[in-house]
C-alpha cells in the first residue's frame, strides 16, 4: 500500500507553495548531482538536512526511507574501491582499495542522501493530488499528470482486488511452495488481475463518456502567482 | 413541459454479447415517460445493465430504433448529447469516482459541459449541500465509506443536471441507514428515473411502477399475483388468513 508519511503537517515547508517546492528540489537536485566539489556536496548536505529539521518530520521514518537506499550504497563500496584504477590506499591481502575509488563512493553516497533527504523534505510533504496538480500547473503535459492522479487512484483499487484474490485463495487452503501448482496458481492470480484491471480501465472510461469526458480534462485549481499556497 | 411525453422510446432493440446464446436482448420494445418512476426488477444476466448501456450509447444495439427527448439517435456522436439529459450511476462506485478529491470529482460533469470553474464549483457545492454531504468537499475520493462513495457518485451524476436518471443497484452494499437515506433523497429529486434492484422494498419506495424482464423484453408487472411462502408467527396452528 502506497502511504504517504510526511503529506501531513504544519511545518513552514508544508505551507510553501508546491509549485515552488518541486522547482527548488529540482533545481537542487540537478546542482548536487553534478557538483564535483566536496565543498559543494557538504553544504548540499547540511542544508538538505536542515530542511528535513524544518519540515518537522519524525526522525525515525525518514531514516526508514533513508533505508531504502542501503543496499545500492553497499553494493557500490564493495565494488568500487577495489575496481577504480588509480593512487593506492590501502592493500588487503591480494585486493587493492584506491583513493579515487573511496572518494567516488563518498560522492555518490552523499549525493544520493542530500538529493533523497531533499524531496523528502520538499516534495513528499505534499500528497500526490497536490503533486499533480502542482506539476500541470508547472505546465507538466495534462497527460502525463492524469497518467500520475489516476494511476494513483487506482493502484488502491488494483490492491484491494489482490488481497481479495489472495484471501479467497488461502481460504481454499492455497499455501505457496516450490511447485508446479503454486507457479501456475500465482500467474493466473496476476493474469486475473490484469484481466480486472483492464475491464475495469474500460468500466472507468464508460463513466467519464457519460459524463461528458471529450478527452480534455479541466483543471479545477486557478492559478495563483504566490509563494504562500 | 408536458409531464407524459415519451422520453426514452425504444423499439426492437436486439443486443447478443459475443459467444453466448440466446440474445441478452431480443425485440425489446419500452417508452419511458417524462414524470416516470420505473422500477425494474429481474434476475441476474436478464440484461437490466445492458439496456442502460444501450440507452447511454455505450453499447451498440445489433438492430433497433432509440428515439430520446423525440429525437432519433442515428450516430454514437448524438449520444453526446443523451448524457447530458440522462445521468447514470453505476454499480461500482469506484469506477466513477476517479478524481483525487470530491469536489474535482463532481465537478468534472459540468467542467465537461463547458462550465467555467467558478459555476462548477458552485453547482457540485450545491449538490454536495443537497445531498447532506457538505463536508466532503476535500475528502480523498479513495478513503471514502462504502456507502459514502455511492452517495458522492450520486452527486456527480446530479451535478450533470440530468432530466432523468438511471440508477444501476443503488442500494448493493449498503447499510439500513444509508439506503433509507438514499430513499428519502430519491424522493426529494424532482426527476424521473428508472432504477434496478432486487430488492423490493426499496423498489417499492421509490418507484410507481415495476417492470420485469423476461426473454430479452421488458414486461409490466403490475397485477397482484396470488403466492405462497413459507411464514413464521405466534399461534400458527390456528386457521388464518393474510391480506
Not at chain 2, 470553474?117 to 465509506?145: N, P, V, Y
Request: proline residues 4%; glycine residues 8%.
Amino acid at each position: 500500500m502506497i502511504q504517504e508519511p510526511f503529506a501531513a503537517g504544519s511545518s513552514c515547508i508544508h505551507g510553501l507553495d508546491p509549485r515552488f517546492r518541486i522547482v527548488i528540489a529540482f533545481l537542487f537536485s540537478m546542482v548536487v548531482a553534478l557538483a564535483g566539489e566536496f565543498l559543494v556536496l557538504e553544504i548540499s548536505f547540511v542544508v538538505s538536512v536542515l530542511l528535513v529539521c524544518l519540515a518537522g518530520l519524525h526522525l525515525k521514518k525518514v531514516l526508514k526511507q533513508l533505508l531504502s537506499i542501503l543496499g545500492f550504497m553497499l553494493l557500490i563500496w564493495l565494488v568500487l574501491p577495489f575496481t577504480y584504477e588509480g593512487e593506492l590506499l590501502y592493500r588487503v591481502g591480494p585486493l587493492e582499495i584506491t583513493k579515487p575509488g573511496v572518494l567516488l563512493c563518498a560522492r555518490i553516497t552523499i549525493k544520493s542522501i542530500a538529493i533523497l533527504l531533499i524531496f523528502i523534505s520538499l516534495v513528499s510533504t505534499m500528497t500526490i493530488s497536490a503533486l499533480g496538480h502542482a506539476l500541470g500547473r508547472l505546465h507538466i503535459p495534462g497527460k502525463l499528470v492524469q497518467l500520475l492522479l489516476m494511476t494513483y487512484r487506482y493502484i488502491f483499487v488494483i490492491e484491494q482486488e489482490y488481497q481479495r484474490l489472495t484471501t479467497a485463495m488461502k481460504i481454499r487452503g492455497f499455501r505457496s511452495g516450490t511447485n508446479i501448482h503454486s507457479y501456475r496458481t500465482y500467474a493466473y492470480l496476476i493474469g486475473m488481475l490484469f484481466v480486472h484491471a483492464s475491464i475495469r480501465a474500460q468500466r472507468v472510461q464508460n463513466a467519464m463518456l457519460c459524463r461528458g469526458f471529450k478527452g480534455r480534462f479541466y483543471s479545477l485549481v486557478e492559478y495563483r502567482p504566490s509563494l504562500r499556497n | 413541459m408536458d409531464k407524459k411525453s415519451a422520453f426514452i422510446n425504444l423499439k426492437g432493440i436486439c443486443f447478443g454479447y459475443p459467444g453466448s446464446q440466446p440474445d441478452v436482448i431480443q425485440d425489446l420494445n419500452f417508452t419511458f415517460f417524462r414524470g416516470d418512476r420505473v422500477g425494474l426488477i429481474a434476475p441476474n444476466g436478464s440484461g437490466k445493465t445492458t439496456l442502460f448501456h444501450i440507452i447511454m450509447g455505450l453499447i451498440q444495439p445489433t438492430s433497433g430504433i432509440i428515439e430520446i427527448d423525440g429525437e432519433e439517435i442515428r450516430k454514437p456522436k448524438d449520444f453526446q448529447a443523451v448524457r447530458r439529459k440522462i445521468g447514470l450511476l453505476f454499480q461500482d462506485a469506484d469506477d466513477q469516482l476517479f478524481s483525487p478529491t470530491v469536489l474535482e470529482d463532481v465537478s468534472f460533469g459540468p467542467l465537461n459541459l463547458g462550465k467555467s470553474r467558478e459555476e462548477a464549483l458552485q453547482i457540485s457545492r450545491d449538490i454536495l449541500g443537497f445531498l447532506g454531504l457538505h463536508d466532503f468537499q476535500d475528502r480523498i475520493t479513495f478513503t471514502l465509506s462504502g456507502g459514502e462513495k455511492r452517495l458522492v457518485a450520486l452527486a456527480t451524476v446530479l451535478a450533470m443536471e440530468p432530466k432523468v436518471l438511471l440508477l444501476d443497484e443503488p442500494t448493493a452494499g449498503l447499510d439500513l441507514d444509508t439506503k433509507e437515506k438514499l430513499i428519502q433523497i430519491l424522493n426529494r429529486l424532482d426527476l424521473s428515473y428508472i432504477v434496478i434492484s432486487h430488492e423490493f422494498d426499496f423498489i417499492t419506495a421509490v418507484t410507481n411502477h415495476i417492470y420485469t424482464m423476461e426473454n430479452g423484453k421488458i414486461i409490466l408487472d403490475e397485477e397482484l399475483h396470488v403466492h405462497r411462502h413459507e411464514h413464521v408467527h405466534r399461534s400458527g396452528k390456528q386457521p388464518h388468513k393474510h391480506v
